[in-house]
C-alpha cells in the first residue's frame, strides 16, 4: 500500500511540471496566485480520469434504473448509503427526489445524505499524500450512515405528510437512454459531461486556494490560519456541520481542501461531510412540502454531524483505535 501511494506522489508531482513551467515566467502573478494555480491545474488530469470513472458508473445503472429503484425500496438505509458513497451529487437528488415522493423512508434519505462525499474524495485522490484517508472516510461514513438511517427509521415516529403527486417519479429521476459502453464512448455527451465537471470543480477549487494562499500570505503561516478558522476548538465540528447544509457540492471541496491545509480538523471534516447533502437539499427545500419534516431532517444532520465530529476531535472512547487499522492517525 506504502509503495502505491509513493507512486501517485511521483505522479502528482511530475504532472505538477507542466503547470509550473506554464505559470512561473508569468510575472505580473504574485507568488500566492502562481502557487494556488499550479497546485490546482495539477488536478485537472486527475479528477477528469476520475470522473470518466463515474460517467460509466452512471451509465450502468441507467440500464438497470427498474432494479435500483427495486432494491433500494427493499434494502433502505444500507443500500443508500453504499451507493452514496461513490463521488456524485446525482445520488442525493435522485434520493431526495424519491423521498418527497414517500417512495424512500426518512432513514433512508438520511443514509444516503450522512454516506454522501460529493467532490471530498476526487479531492483527496489528486493529492496522493492525502490519499491514505480515503478508505477510512468512506468505510467511516457508510458505517455512520446505516446506523443513522436505521434508528431514524425505528425511533423517529413522525409521519410526513403525503405530497400531491404532479408526475410519475420515474419520469422525475429518469437518467436518459442508456447505450452499449462501446457506442456511447463515441457521443459527446460521454465525453463532454466528465470535461464540464471537471472545469467546474478545477474552478471552485483554484478560487478557494487562491482566498487560502491569499489569507497565508497575511497571517503568515497554517498554523496562524489555523486558530482563525477554530482549529481545536469544540466549536468547529458544529460550525462545520452547519456549513455542510449549504446546497452545493462545492462545500465539500472548501471543507477537504481546508483539512489539506491543515486548518481543520479531521472531526470537523467529518462532520461538515456527513452534514453535506449537496444538491439533494435544494430538492428537500422546494419540493418537500411537509416544512416540519424538512426541520426534522435538518435537526437530526446538525446534531449528529456535530456530536461525531466532537467524538472525533477528541478521541472520545478511544475511538481513534479504529483509524489505527488503516495507519492513519487523526489527532
Same mark, same amino acid.
Given at each position: ?13 511530475? *504532472? *505538477? ?60 438505509? @444500507? ?30 434519505? #438520511?443514509?444516503?445524505?450522512? +454516506? ?67 457506442? +456511447? ?6 465525453? #463532454? ?60 471541496? *472548501? ?8 486548518? @481543520? ?67
Amino acid at each position: 500500500m506504502e509503495n502505491f501511494f509513493n507512486v501517485l506522489l511521483s505522479m502528482s508531482e511530475s *504532472m *505538477m511540471l507542466v503547470p509550473k513551467s506554464i505559470i512561473e515566467p508569468i510575472g505580473f502573478l504574485p507568488e500566492f496566485a502562481k502557487e494556488a494555480t499550479i497546485e490546482s491545474l495539477s488536478l485537472v488530469p486527475f479528477l477528469f480520469v476520475l470522473f470518466i470513472f463515474i460517467e460509466v458508473i452512471e451509465r450502468f445503472f441507467a440500464k438497470k434504473k427498474h432494479l435500483l429503484v427495486f432494491f433500494i425500496k427493499k434494502i433502505g438505509p @444500507l443500500f443508500g448509503s453504499l451507493f452514496a458513497s461513490i463521488p456524485q451529487c446525482g445520488f442525493s437528488v435522485i434520493a431526495t427526489t424519491l423521498y418527497t415522493r414517500r417512495i424512500l423512508s426518512r432513514g433512508t434519505l #438520511l443514509s444516503v445524505y450522512f +454516506a454522501t462525499s460529493d467532490e471530498a474524495i476526487p479531492v483527496l485522490i489528486s493529492e496522493p499524500s492525502m490519499a491514505v484517508y480515503i478508505l477510512p472516510v468512506v468505510i467511516f461514513k457508510i458505517i455512520l450512515a446505516v446506523i443513522v438511517g436505521y434508528l431514524v427509521d425505528v425511533v423517529v415516529s413522525y409521519k410526513a405528510c403525503e405530497p400531491v403527486i404532479e408526475e410519475q417519479v420515474s419520469d422525475q429521476c429518469r437518467l436518459g437512454k442508456s447505450l452499449r459502453l462501446r457506442d +456511447a464512448v463515441r457521443t459527446k455527451s460521454f465525453w #463532454l459531461h466528465p470535461i464540464r465537471h471537471t472545469v467546474n470543480i478545477f474552478l471552485f477549487i483554484l478560487l478557494v486556494s487562491l482566498v487560502l494562499s491569499f489569507a497565508l500570505s497575511k497571517v503568515g503561516s497554517e498554523d496562524v490560519l489555523a486558530k482563525y478558522c477554530l482549529m481545536n476548538s469544540p466549536l468547529q465540528p458544529i460550525i462545520a456541520s452547519i456549513i455542510g447544509l449549504v446546497p452545493n457540492c462545492a462545500i465539500s471541496v *472548501m471543507l477537504t481542501l481546508l483539512f489539506m491545509k491543515n486548518t @481543520l480538523s479531521f472531526g470537523s471534516l467529518i462532520a461538515g461531510l456527513s452534514s453535506a447533502g449537496g444538491l439533494g437539499m435544494l430538492v428537500l427545500f422546494r419540493r418537500n412540502g411537509d416544512k416540519k419534516d424538512t426541520a426534522i431532517i435538518l435537526s437530526i444532520m446538525v446534531v449528529v454531524s456535530s456530536v461525531v465530529g466532537l467524538v472525533l476531535q477528541y478521541n472520545l472512547f478511544n475511538i481513534v483505535k479504529i483509524f489505527e487499522v488503516f495507519g492513519v492517525s487523526i489527532i
